[in-house]
């Protein structure tokens, strides 16, 4: 019997991944498709974003969140039994696609593989990492010395480097593609030395392709065949040596609301919020008073977007439903407070 191919997608918050896998759905020439999502924060977001495809490579039913949390903690509990699922159906998928959270390590899921009732009927056929350009260029995951060298002062058991540093080294080590996405933001010279970074984060032979809003081939990127769990040792990882990954790095926090009377007020209160307390991302869906749509709202750092995805359903509630993602420390009740004063 021969192995069902998994890609495994990874990427910081807000790199791409989801726009990348909408991409290709929608290009799956006649592939059929399953995808696992997996979520930072419990809007669904992502999932919501996904099924609006309303794609025949991937109806709604082969389309799975789990929002336990981040996919490397929760493996044995969620990830497995949803595989199970998944291959023990009567007419299993062609290809399994499956979404990591922005703050999730590949490399115990990629090991979830090795199990044995999954690694005789599933096999890891790449891990394609994301990369904002745009993030990287502005230097996002380079180590703040000083900042570091301070926390570090305050918690002698501080022993990693910077959060984001860490996630970016850790997603790269264990690629079998990276993809260089937002290049439409970066100057070609910005790009170069973005790529120099990247590189030197990837094992030998990695390849690096460019990428704008997600668009890659799906030949490209599916039918890599590197059965990544026989190839786990070559892979590093931050977890090999010992240390613990508890997400306890970051913080995130679901604000909701009623409608919102003026939607620019909204916009213009994120950004200062986003500059103010240093948050990393925020998503959701909002109701605009008056409008017969839900606006999806996305912020990566300090870009905002926001389009209307779809019209609210007669039986919906209109509610607003925010998911703020930022380091440890960041100042919910203050971020609540301003936000609120926008949203009913
Ligand atoms: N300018 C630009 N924006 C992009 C590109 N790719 C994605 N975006 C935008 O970046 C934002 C985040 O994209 P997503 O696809 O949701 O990112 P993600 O990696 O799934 O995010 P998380 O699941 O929260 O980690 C959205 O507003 C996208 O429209 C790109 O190539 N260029």
């Known amino acids: 019997m021969s192995k069902i191919p998994a890609t495994v997608i990874t990427g910081f918050l807000g790199a791409g991944k989801t726009t990348l896998i909408r991409h ?35 109806p709604e039913d082969d389309i799975v969140e789990l929002a336990n949390g981040c996919i490397c903690c929760t493996v044995a509990d969620d990830f497995l039994p949803t595989m199970m699922k998944l291959l023990d159906r009567p007419n299993p998928p062609e290809h399994i696609i499956i979404e990591t959270s922005g703050l999730a390590l590949p490399k115990p899921l990629v090991k979830a593989f090795q199990w044995p009732d999954i690694r005789t009927r599933a096999t890891v056929d790449g891990v394609v990492a994301l990369i904002d350009a745009d993030a990287v260029a502005a230097g996002r995951f380079a180590t ?27 997603q790269l080590a264990c690629a079998d593609m990276v993809v260089l996405n937002k290049t439409d933001l970066v100057s070609p010279d910005a790009l170069k030395a973005v790529e120099k970074q990247v590189d030197a984060e990837t094992r030998p032979g990695v390849k690096i392709i460019r990428a704008d809003h997600g668009a890659v081939d799906i030949a490209a990127l599916l039918g890599i065949t590197a059965a990544a769990e026989d190839d786990l040792d070559s892979r590093r990882s931050h977890i090999d040596d010992g240390e613990e990954h508890d997400h306890d790095d970051f913080d995130s ?42 606006l999806v709202i996305q912020a990566v750092g300090p870009r905002i977007q926001h389009f209307y995805d779809r019209a609210w359903k007669g039986d919906e509630a209109r509610r607003t439903s925010l998911v703020v993602i930022g380091q440890k420390g960041l100042d919910r009740a203050a971020i609540e407070a301003e936000l609120g004063t926008v949203i009913a």
């Open 253 to 294: 926090f679901v604000q909701t609301g009623g409608e919102v009377p003026d939607l620019d007020a909204l916009l213009a209160r994120m950004g200062e919020v986003i500059a103010t307390h240093d948050v990393l991302r925020i998503k959701g869906m909002v109701a605009v008073a008056g409008k017969p749509s839900r």
């Open 144 to 170: 703040d010395e000083a900042a570091l060298a301070a926390a570090r002062a305050a918690d002698p058991t501080l022993d990693h480097d910077s959060p984001l540093e860490e996630l970016f080294e850790e």
């Open 24 to 58: 290709l759905l929608q290009n799956a020439k006649g592939r059929r498709l399953a995808l696992i999502i997996n979520e930072f924060g419990d809007v669904g977001v992502d999932a919501e974003l996904v099924k609006g495809c309303n794609d025949e490579a991937c």
